[in-house]
Nanobody, 129 residues
Framework: VQLQASGGGLVQPGGSLRLSCVAS???????????MAWFRQAPGKEREFVAS?????????YYNDSVKGRFTISRDNAKDTVYLQMNSLKPEDTAVYSC???????????????????WGQGTQVTVSS
């Protein structure tokens, strides 16, 4: 699986951004068979989990407590795309955001970095006035 993230940029505190991640999957395996997630890494910090979504978009989503109520993960399996809608952005949300995919992710590991073997290149989000 190859993943291409986009949508980052500079936004003022309180603003919104929507990130997109388009997947190119191997022939014979559908995008809908992958659990998808977003992680982020701020300067000088370790990468951290942001949100994940189960294979069927309506089944299960999981969020880091720091983004609950502000961020929404969704997916469109017909477009091989996962989204991260980010509202009420704060300066501490500044980071490089990367999407990740895993075919064998179980519910108890949906927030674990090592559960996802496929990663996109990341898109920079900067929240500043």
């Amino acid at each position: 699986v190859q993943l291409q993230a986009s949508g980052g940029g500079l936004v003022q505190p309180g603003g919104s951004l929507r990130l997109s991640c388009v997947a190119s999957v191997a022939s014979g395996r559908a995008f809908s068979t992958y659990v998808m997630a977003w992680f982020r890494q701020a300067p000088g910090k370790e990468r951290e989990f942001v949100a994940s979504i189960s294979r069927r978009a309506s089944s299960y989503t999981y969020y880091n407590d720091s983004v609950k109520g502000r961020f929404t993960i969704s997916r469109d399996n017909a477009k091989d795309t996962v989204y991260l809608q980010m509202n009420s952005l704060k300066p501490e949300d500044t980071a490089v955001y990367s999407c990740a995919a895993g075919a064998s992710v179980i519910v108890s590991s949906m927030n674990r970095e090592d559960a996802y073997p496929y990663w996109g290149q990341g898109t920079q989000v900067t929240v500043s006035s």
